[in-house]
Nanobody, 126 residues
Framework: QVRLVESGGGLVQAGGSLRLSCAAS????????MGWFRQAPGKEREFVAAISWSGGSTYYADSVKGRFTISRDNAKNTVYLQMNSLKPEDTAVYYC???????????????????WGQGTQVTVSS
């Protein structure tokens, strides 16, 4: 069992930055591909970014490429999402997710994950 807890959300002006964190419980964190997803009001949850077990590979949605950076610290059981140049359309609840021995490409293409966090709100004002 893995428990995921997100933090770092908040209100920021357009052009600003935020860093989200996702702390994971359990001793096998390094065996999980990790991802960030988001859901805006009235819209379906969408993929944002994913990172491989080792952190050596990453994958991004086109809408955030060049602005967001996903990273992980396996010693701290934590995955991060650095969000720069934020836009109002980035406003959403952001969720952390984990797939045991998962593929980052699969995380970008399918909706089912092994574990989800509870989400953290990010609001970008214009």
């Amino acid at each position: 069992q893995v428990r995921l807890v997100e933090s770092g959300g908040g209100l920021v002006q357009a052009g600003g930055s935020l860093r989200l964190s996702c702390a994971a419980s359990g001793r096998t964190f390094s065996s999980y591909a990790m991802g960030w997803f988001r859901q805006a009001p009235g819209k379906e949850r969408e993929f944002v970014a994913a990172i491989s077990w080792s952190g050596g590979s990453t994958y991004y949605a086109d809408s955030v490429k060049g602005r967001f950076t996903i990273s992980r610290d396996n010693a701290k059981n934590t995955v991060y999402l650095q969000m720069n140049s934020l836009k109002p359309e980035d406003t959403a609840v952001y969720y952390c997710a984990a797939d045991y021995r998962g593929s980052i490409v699969s995380m970008s293409r399918t909706a089912s994950r092994d574990y989800w966090g509870q989400g953290t709100q990010v609001t970008v004002s214009s």
